[in-house]
Structures are given as C-alpha cells and as structure tokens.
C-alpha cells in the first residue's frame, strides 16, 4: 500500500481499533471518527467484569459458539482463522499485557495489584495507534454519505464532509447505548437499500410473570446445577429470579433458540444428576406434605421450592411421583427479552447477502464493515470480542490489499 491511502474508521470500538492498527502498519494514513468523548468505552464497560478477551477452548469448538441468519460458514471460518484465539493472545502480550486462562477457559489480562483492568491496555493500544499515525477525532456523529460518497459527521453543531479513499464502519450493535452503540446506523444504511436484520437483545434474562409469592419468597435468589432446555438445545448452569424474570449464563447461552419459538419457554431439570425414579425412592412413603419434604430429601434450594408451590396452574401435589415429574419437566414461559439497552451484545445487523467476501457493502462500493454490526451472535465467554477483533483485522487486511485509486 502506498503512504498516501487515506483510510476513514467510524466507530472507536475493538473492530474499529483493530482495523485501524492493521491499515496503519499497512501504510495507510487513517483517521478513526468516535461519536463519543473517547474511544473504547464499551471495551471499558467490558472490563468492569474482567476483561473476558477470547477462551481457550479447542479451536474447532470455539467456531461452534457462533450462529446468525445464513452465517456463511466457510468464509466466517476465514474470518476467524486470521485472527484465531492464540493470535489475540500474542497481541496483547506484544501490548507487554500478559494473559492467563481461568479453569473456565476464559482469557483475561494478568491483574495489575490484584485487580484485572482493561484501561492499561486500552491505553498502550492507543498510544501504538497514535505512533503509527493514526489520527483520532472524538465527538464526531456520523450522519451518512453525501450525493458525492464522501462520509458526514456533525461537529460541535456543524456538519462536515470528509473525503477518504475507503471507509470501514465499526459502529457495533444497539446495546449498551450510553457507550455509543446506539444502532443509529442502521436507518442510513436502509436508505441505501440495505437489509438489516432486526437489531434484538442477545446475551440477557429474559421477562418472568412471576406471582407476588414467588417474588416473595425467592426474589435474588440462585438455583445452582440446573439442567435447562429450549428447544432441542439445553444447557446445564445457574439461574436467579429476579423480580422481571430470570438471569444468567444458561438463559443468555440459549437465547437464540428461545427467540425461534413461537411462544418462548425454558424447560429446567431442578435435579439433572438423579433420575426421576430415585427421587421417588427418596421420599419414601411420603403422603403429605410434599414440597416440606421434597426440600429435605431432595436437598432442593428455597427458589425452586417456591416456584414448585406458588407457579399457577401447577399442583395441588398429590403424589411423589407427580411432584418429581415436575422437578424433572419445570415448565417457565417466558414473555420478552429484557430491553436491548439493557443487554450485552445485540441479535441481527447487515445481511451476508449484502457483503461480498472483503466485508464490503455491494450497494456502497469501497465501505467496508465489521464488528457486532453484522448478523452474526455469540454467547459471553471470550467469544463477543474475539469476533469483533477478528473482523477488524479481515477488514483491515482486505483494505491494505486496496490500490490507491478506486476502480
């Protein structure tokens, strides 16, 4: 790439960052435009937990975690191969951010006076971006492209037109808006004929009619080692009962197949470990009493207990076998996702069929895209940023690849 290749990233998230980190040492002259104060902000709020950067898992199962509507496989294997789990790894450590992997497989940087903070590396990985040129201009709304093509921004109350030989937009999903992911864009790029699949909640609880009892009786607590299904697809974890339905790693996991179902409900297994039998046989010649009892031989926790006594149109428990039945088979329906701008990561975004192998839109010639912005999904794990890296360095690589005029 020669040095005069102006490159314009919109959006200061990980994929942007990444794309710009890669045209840069490319030899591109890029500028990366944030609609906030700073760049980085969802990776901040990210770091709140931990910093969860990728997992550790085997490489082929890593690629299982990730679905969308007609994800092309093969070309998001490409995608993910470029930039793989290890390779992210290296990265931060050529950051001086070493990383370790938790009994869980997820991969976070090495705490800093116990603690593990995202802000030391966000702030190393700015300063190699501003060593390698590349411009920063924070508070810069984009507002689309003029008649010309040319990107524009409103700027302190004006409105700018910029002229780039190539743009990439990295202006992530609709959650967390008060970060900047907004899903603003999604309306400009609709005007230009665009399919976006609906922007949704993805990797959040999902809303509960609990009765007044249950809340009562249960409201915060956990149930631990359940078994939970929707669907064909099931997930053993923990869940909370929250007082607008339920949270946790399982519930989030299983998201996508809830979605699909016409009327959203989870099936939990309080007791996957025993069978129904032998919850039978534990009771004994049990008669009355069921759930009291049910509690001390089953070792069942206050939550479920609560649900197996005050859920509607459920009991009166007249025998052991039916109540195991139900500790067994527990069906919750569900009403809604809890609001997009509550959740972690977003559902939806730019259809496959608009992009062609580089990630560049076919109606925009030389826009490119990457990040959440796309209709793919993950689960939380290391799986979100390690496909947001990922993509900006695809992106990144396939614009340096670019001659220096537009065919």
Request: proline share 6%.
């Amino acid at each position: 790439m020669k040095k005069k290749h102006p490159i314009a990233i919109i959006g200061g998230g990980p994929a942007g960052l990444r794309a710009a980190e890669i045209a840069a040492e490319a030899g591109a002259i890029v500028t990366i435009y944030e609609a906030m104060p700073s760049v980085g902000r969802k990776f901040l709020i990210a770091g709140k937990s931990g910093l969860n950067l990728t997992n550790g898992e085997v490489w082929s199962a890593f690629m299982e975690k990730y679905s969308g509507t007609a994800l092309p496989k093969p070309l998001w294997k490409s995608i993910l191969d470029q930039f793989d789990n290890q390779a992210l790894r290296k990265w931060a450590a050529e950051l001086g951010i070493e990383t370790f992997e938790a009994s869980s497989g997820k991969v976070f940087p090495k705490p800093i006076d116990g603690v593990i903070r995202a802000a030391p590396l966000l702030r190393r990985w700015v300063e190699k971006l501003r060593s390698l040129g590349v411009v920063f201009k924070t508070r810069h709304q984009w507002l689309g492209f003029d008649s010309d093509g040319h990107a524009t921004f409103e700027y302190e109350g004006q409105h700018l037109s910029t002229q780039h030989h190539t743009t990439i937009l990295a202006l992530g999903g609709a959650s967390w808006p008060q970060t900047g992911s907004d899903g603003k864009w999604t309306s400009i790029l609709e005007s230009h004929g665009i399919e976006i699949m609906r922007l949704q909640a993805a990797n959040c609880g999902w809303e509960v009619d609990w009765p007044e009892g249950i809340l009562r009786e249960a409201e915060g607590l956990p149930m631990k080692n359940l078994l939970i299904s929707a669907g064909a697809h099931k997930r053993h974890g923990e869940l909370v009962i929250t007082q607008y339905g339920l949270e946790g790693g399982p519930i989030y996991r299983l998201g996508p197949a809830i979605r699909s179902q016409e009327n959203p409900e989870i099936i939990i297994d309080f007791k996957p470990d025993v069978s129904h039998q032998e919850l039978v046989n534990k009771m004994g010649n049990v008669k009355k009493n069921f759930i009291r009892e049910a509690r001390r031989r089953w070792k069942l926790d206050p939550a479920t207990c609560a649900i197996l006594k005050l859920m509607p149109n459920r009991g009166p428990w007249k025998t052991t076998a039916q109540l195991a039945q139900e500790v067994k088979n527990c069906r919750i329906p569900l009403t809604r996702p809890r609001p997009l701008n509550e959740a972690i990561s977003s559902a939806g975004g730019i259809s496959w069929h608009e992009l062609d192998d580089n990630l560049m839109l076919n109606k925009l010639p030389g826009v490119y895209v990457a990040g959440e912005m796309i209709d793919w999904e993950a689960p939380t794990g290391g799986y979100l940023l390690q496909a947001c890296f990922a993509t900006g360095s695809y992106v990144g690589n396939a614009v340096s690849q670019l001659p220096t005029q537009r065919p």
